[in-house]
């Protein structure tokens, strides 16, 4: 196993269009999370899957957004009508839905960086 | 909502000083804590966590963090630095199980050699 895998590692767009970024986390863990980072801060939450199930998603997670977990495994993240301030890095973490001291460490992919011109 | 505060946005240290990195969060119950660290052109990397137990915790490369409930601090150190530990680190916490952790601004730290 390689980790938790995130395409493409840069995408450039144009304002307007629509973007897709696929995440593969570590095989044996079911849960799933996307973040985003801008330049200066931490990741902020987005949502986050347990399976398939997308259990929590934030505000930040305007109607142009969407994820999506179709068989528990591999997952997307789409953005519609891409705008400048899309622009971010966006970050893939997966982890085990276990009860004990592993739970809830997430491991990270190396991102998916977008820039919108 | 919790929140996580970290003191400092940027340190710059010389090899072999001590290094204290503040975090502070705002959450009234039972919290998981954490200390991720990305060096440059790398990933988002675990380097300690605290769920329970001895409020002293001791992760890789030598660091440490103390848990200090009253204080809702969680603060990081390590003794003596080395230039690789130039990087940028990020306090976390998580305060139920199965949630989402959230995230300081991060600590720039820059080690001269």
């Known amino acids: 196993d390689t980790g938790v895998s995130q395409n493409p590692r840069h995408k450039i767009t144009k304002r307007g269009q629509n973007v897709t970024f696929r995440c593969d986390p570590i095989s044996e863990h079911n849960r799933l999370y996307w973040y985003r980072q801008t330049l200066g801060q931490g990741p902020e939450f987005l949502t986050y899957?347990?399976?398939?199930?997308?259990?929590?998603k934030s505000r930040l997670l305007s109607d142009r957004f969407s994820a999506e977990r179709p068989k528990g495994s591999f997952s997307t993240l789409e953005i519609q009508r891409t705008e400048q301030g899309d622009s971010a890095m966006y970050l893939c973490?997966?982890?085990?839905?276990?009860?004990?001291?592993?739970?809830?460490?997430?491991?990270f992919g190396a991102g998916s960086r977008l820039t919108v011109l | 909502a919790q929140s996580v505060s970290q003191h400092n946005h940027h340190v710059i240290l010389s090899e072999a000083a001590s290094l204290e990195l503040g975090c502070n969060y705002s959450y009234g119950g039972t919290v998981n804590l954490f200390w991720y660290v990305q060096y440059p052109g790398q990933h988002l990397q675990l380097l300690l966590k605290y769920f329970s137990g001895d409020p002293l915790v001791k992760g890789i490369k030598g660091f440490e963090a103390e848990f200090i409930k009253s204080k809702f601090s969680f603060n990081l150190r390590k003794p003596s630095v080395q230039w690789s530990d130039t990087a940028e680190y990020f306090c976390?916490?998580?305060?139920?199980?199965?949630?989402?952790?959230?995230f300081g601004a991060g600590t720039i730290l820059r080690v001269k050699s």
């Open positions: 976390a916490v998580n305060a139920g199980y199965g949630n989402k952790l959230v």
């Open positions: 899957f347990q399976n398939e199930a997308q259990l929590e």
């Open positions: 973490a997966s982890s085990t839905a276990r009860t004990d001291s592993g739970a809830n460490v997430l491991t």
